[in-house]
Nanobody, 119 residues
Framework: VQLVESGGGLVQAGGSLRLSCAASGSFFSINAVGWYRQAPGKERELVAAITRGGNTIYSDSVKGRFTISRDSAKSPVDLQMNSLKPEDTAVYYC??????????????WGQGTQVTVSS
């Protein structure tokens, strides 16, 4: 199983981007999914997360601007980012707990996607 992020890029302040995190391979379901980001010289931080049932949490820095969503337990998890600020510039990573067809759950990370917000 692999996680693949897409949708990063360069945008001006105030603009929007939509990131997507998809799992490939054979698995039973995707449980909790989190989007993290890491800016140069800073630690990786949780931006938003969503449970299999659709409950969400957001960091205070993105609350009201970002929305995490999913359609089903196997569908990609999207992060809609609006009103972007230069301080949102970072590499964004997807993290997911994935349950195999054999019932075992494991933690996976994507390779990251760069988001750059110009002022």
């Amino acid at each position: 199983v692999q996680l693949v992020e897409s949708g990063g890029g360069l945008v001006q302040a105030g603009g929007s981007l939509r990131l997507s995190c998809a799992a490939s391979g054979s698995f039973f379901s995707i449980n909790a999914v989190g989007w993290y980001r890491q800016a140069p010289g800073k630690e990786r931080e949780l931006v938003a997360a969503i449970t299999r049932g659709g409950n969400t949490i957001y960091s205070d820095s993105v609350k009201g601007r970002f929305t995490i969503s999913r359609d089903s337990a196997k569908s990609p998890v999207d992060l809609q980012m609006n009103s972007l600020k230069p301080e949102d510039t970072a590499v964004y990573y997807c993290n997911a707990e994935i349950r195999s067809v054999w019932g075992r759950s494991s933690d996976y990370w994507g390779q990251g996607t760069q988001v750059t917000v110009s002022s």
